[in-house]
């Protein structure tokens, strides 16, 4: 019984955790705008990989949009459990780029963002029985 309440509680958790995530950092994208505007002379800092990022990215309004409605999308997908595992799909390939931008640029929070990344990544594993048919491959043999 206490195998089953996990199995159940903890992808849960895990979906609305990430969910509420994005939600709020798209939503701070979408509404606010997270970058700002880039300062004169940002891309030409060397070693400040923080201010040349964050610049380069204020550099583009529809960019910074672009980018916070997916995360405000994948972020409903996920949270709602009939499409969560297409949440999860579209959730890993944002997840991996803010992490890998966080530790690139040295943004400074990295372990967030491995730990969305992480956890998006067991919700995959726990619904592998539902992707793997778009794995393998069969042949129509007409």
């Known amino acids: 019984?206490?195998?089953?309440?996990?199995?159940?509680?903890i992808p849960a958790t895990f979906?609305?955790?990430?969910?509420?995530?994005?939600l709020i950092y798209g939503g701070v994208k979408i509404v606010?705008?997270?970058f700002g505007e880039p300062s004169p002379g940002a891309l030409e800092l060397k070693g400040e990989g923080f201010v040349a990022v964050w610049s380069f990215f204020g550099y583009s309004?529809?960019?910074?949009?672009?980018?916070?409605?997916?995360?405000?999308?994948?972020?409903?997908?996920?949270?709602?459990?009939?499409t969560?595992?297409?949440?999860?799909?579209?959730y890993l390939p944002i997840a991996v780029n803010v992490m890998?931008?966080?530790?690139?640029?040295?943004?400074?929070?990295?372990?967030?963002?491995?730990?969305?990344?992480?956890?998006?990544?067991?919700?995959?594993?726990?619904?592998?029985?539902?992707l793997l048919p778009l794995l393998s491959r069969k042949e129509d043999h007409a």
């Open 61 to 82: 309004r529809p960019y910074e949009l672009f980018v916070g409605w997916g995360e405000v999308i994948a972020a409903l997908l996920i949270m709602i459990p009939r």
């Open 84 to 90: 969560s595992t297409f949440g999860a799909l579209c």
């Open 1 to 9: 019984m206490l195998y089953r309440v996990l199995r159940q509680s």
């Open 100 to 130: 890998m931008v966080n530790y690139f640029y040295n943004i400074g929070v990295q372990d967030l963002s491995t730990l969305l990344t992480v956890m998006c990544l067991v919700l995959l594993w726990v619904d592998r029985k539902k």
């Open 15 to 22: 979906r609305l955790y990430l969910g509420v995530v994005f």
């Open 32 to 34: 606010f705008g997270q």
